[in-house]
């Protein structure tokens, strides 16, 4: 099989390569295409790839290009994965938030709605183009803010655009260890919501939900990461396990006081760290030795200002275990290409899964995979306390899109008035035009 990832010369590649390299089954993915305009980056990521597969018979060869309509072609499967504006983006997007009093954080709030409204353009063009060159290709989407940005391609590609994330499944695997049981076959999730908006609602083993021994027990709970941001208390009081991402708008005043004393805002430390980082591994003998190390380091300050906030201090080894995109990844790749059932959270159109959003909606669910695609498990169900919160926040993801497709400043506005995070027309006015005046990217609204 062939696998183009676009934005191929991105932090998160020897992921998915790693991946792939363990991946022994017939028919499994043989050819790489890496994708970026960044030339530059692709020849050392190609470099870190080499390292990474030394001395592991028959790894899958590695290309890369700088135009994609040359990788597309023979395309079995596309990843898309790419930051319009780089990370200098993400840090004005922390910036402009900052200087209005409200949260820049690159996937929720106004980052994320800034983040949206200058990829959209791109990743539109890139659906169109890959229904083009590739019809038949199964399109997996990890760029940000991914439920937006899977919504938009569905309405050129359909079914055959997935979103990935790796949020709830790393919830529910430091919730399992708890106890001490590992995710597998004989473990069924109930999680709802939308992408970096959702909650883990039941933990079935061997058909027993598990989730009230969990909730039972404070020091259970403030055990990981989750638990600790939130609290026994206020999980408790739920009832159900939030992604972290909820934090932003649980503790909001005090994420924000967080982030204003803050030396640095997350994406300026990331900026440095990455340069450190491509500078080291261009001419290092080593360079895979080098991406582990920084992304150990990368892995150790991330959310910093939020368990800051929480007084957590450092992060825990077991809390710094990845969700495993990578590995959800390749489960999705195998149940579409092989026919092989799987069960995985997905970010997919709703199909009636959740109640009040209407089909073509994506939402981020339990879905049963095969090889006719990803579909959404009747049932789920976002909690009452949480229902308002998801219908503001997909109005918000819908007239963030209809701002894109349409070049409409009015709806990219009643976007940004309308999300909790922002929740004033002036503070939202102010944000918009700043962000205008910052990135060219957003001239077509008008």
Same mark, same amino acid.
Not at 320 to 340: C, F, H, K, N, P
């Given at each position: 099989?062939?696998?183009?990832?676009?934005?191929?010369?991105?932090?998160?590649?020897?992921?998915?390569?790693?991946?792939?390299?363990?991946?022994?089954?017939?028919?499994?993915?043989?050819?790489?295409?890496?994708?970026?305009?960044?030339?530059?980056?692709?020849?050392?990521?190609?470099?870190?790839?080499?390292?990474?597969?030394?001395?592991?018979?028959?790894?899958?060869?590695?290309?890369?290009?700088?135009?994609?309509?040359?990788?597309?072609?023979?395309?079995?499967?596309?990843?898309?994965?790419?930051?319009?504006?780089?990370?200098?983006?993400?840090?004005?997007?922390?910036?402009?938030?900052?200087?209005?009093?409200?949260?820049?954080?690159?996937?929720?709030?106004?980052?994320?709605?800034?983040?949206?409204?200058?990829?959209?353009?791109?990743?539109?063009?890139?659906?169109?183009?890959?229904?083009?060159?590739?019809?038949?290709?199964?399109?997996?989407?990890?760029?940000?803010?991914?439920?937006?940005?899977?919504?938009?391609?569905?309405?050129?590609?359909?079914?055959?655009?997935?979103?990935?994330?790796?949020?709830?499944?790393?919830?529910?695997?430091?919730?399992?260890?708890?106890?001490?049981?590992?995710?597998?076959?004989?473990?069924?999730?109930?999680?709802?919501?939308?992408?970096?908006?959702?909650?883990?609602?039941?933990?079935?083993?061997?058909?027993?939900?598990?989730?009230?021994?969990?909730?039972?027990?404070?020091?259970?709970?403030?055990?990981?990461?989750?638990?600790?941001?939130?609290?026994?208390?206020?999980?408790?009081?739920?009832?159900?396990?939030?992604?972290?991402?909820?934090?932003?708008?649980?503790?909001?005043?005090?994420?924000?006081?967080?982030?204003?004393?803050?030396?640095?805002?997350?994406?300026?430390?990331?900026?440095?760290?990455?340069?450190?980082?491509?500078?080291?591994?261009?001419?290092?003998?080593?360079?895979?030795?080098?991406?582990?190390?920084?992304?150990?380091?990368?892995?150790?300050?991330?959310?910093?200002?939020?368990?800051?906030?929480?007084?957590?201090?450092?992060?825990?080894?077991?809390?710094?275990?990845?969700?495993?995109?990578?590995?959800?990844?390749?489960?999705?790749? %195998?149940?579409? &290409?092989?026919?092989?059932? +799987?069960?995985?959270? *997905?970010?997919?159109?709703? /199909?009636? @899964?959740? #109640?009040? $959003?209407?089909?073509?909606?994506?939402?981020?669910?339990?879905?049963?995979?095969?090889?006719?695609?990803?579909?959404?498990?009747?049932?789920?169900?976002?909690?009452?306390?949480?229902?308002?919160?998801?219908?503001?926040?997909?109005?918000?993801?819908?007239?963030?899109?209809?701002?894109?497709?349409?070049?409409? %400043?009015?709806? &990219?506005?009643?976007?940004? +008035?309308?999300?909790? *995070?922002?929740?004033?027309? /002036?503070? @939202?006015? #102010?944000? $918009?035009?700043?962000?205008?005046?910052?990135?060219?990217?957003?001239?077509?609204?008008?």
């Amino acid at each position: 099989m062939k696998l183009v990832m676009i934005g191929g010369g991105g932090f998160r590649t020897p992921l998915v390569y790693s991946a792939l390299l363990r991946d022994r089954a017939p028919g499994r993915v043989t050819e790489v295409a890496l994708v970026d305009v960044d030339a530059a980056r692709l020849t050392t990521m190609a470099r870190i790839l080499a390292d990474q597969a030394d001395g592991v018979a028959d790894a899958p060869t590695v290309s890369v290009h700088t135009d994609v309509e040359e990788a597309l072609p023979g395309a079995d499967f596309v990843f898309s994965a790419i930051r319009v504006a780089g990370m200098e983006g993400r840090a004005a997007d922390e910036r402009i938030g900052q200087s209005h009093g409200v949260i820049g954080q690159e996937t929720v709030g106004f980052g994320g709605i800034s983040y949206a409204l200058r990829t959209l353009p791109t990743v539109m063009a890139l659906a169109r183009t890959i229904q083009r060159l590739a019809p038949d290709a199964w399109v997996i989407n990890f760029t940000n803010p991914a439920g937006v940005v899977t919504e938009a391609m569905s309405t050129v590609l359909g079914h055959r655009v997935i979103g990935i994330c790796d949020s709830p499944i790393g919830l529910a695997r430091r919730a399992l260890g708890t106890i001490g049981v590992q995710h597998g076959p004989d473990v069924e999730l109930e999680y709802a919501g939308l992408n970096h908006l959702g909650w883990l609602t039941a933990i079935r083993v061997d058909g027993v939900d598990r989730l009230p021994e969990v909730l039972a027990d404070a020091g259970r709970i403030e055990s990981f990461e989750e638990g600790k941001l939130f609290g026994a208390e206020w999980i408790q009081a739920l009832g159900a396990l939030p992604n972290e991402y909820l934090h932003y708008y649980a503790y909001r005043r005090d994420v924000l006081q967080a982030d204003q004393y803050a030396p640095h805002t997350r994406a300026r430390y990331l900026v440095e760290q990455q340069d450190r980082f491509w500078a080291a591994a261009a001419s290092c003998d080593h360079p895979f030795h080098a991406w582990q190390d920084s992304r150990n380091e990368r892995e150790a300050t991330y959310m910093a200002t939020n368990r800051d906030s929480a007084g957590m201090g450092d992060r825990d080894l077991e809390d710094m275990t990845s969700g495993g995109y990578e590995d959800v990844a390749l489960a999705l790749m %195998r149940g579409i &290409a092989y026919d092989q059932r +799987a069960r995985l959270i *997905l970010n997919v159109r709703n /199909r009636g @899964a959740l #109640a009040g $959003l209407d089909d073509d909606a994506v939402v981020e669910v339990p879905c049963t995979v095969d090889a006719t695609g990803a579909h959404p498990v009747p049932g789920a169900c976002v909690p009452d306390f949480g229902l308002g919160t998801v219908t503001a926040v997909k109005y918000v993801e819908r007239q963030t899109i209809e701002a894109a497709l349409h070049g409409s %400043r009015a709806a &990219a506005l009643r976007a940004l +008035a309308h999300h909790p *995070l922002v929740d004033s027309v /002036r503070v @939202a006015r #102010a944000l $918009l035009e700043d962000a205008r005046s910052t990135f060219p990217h957003l001239s077509y609204l008008t």
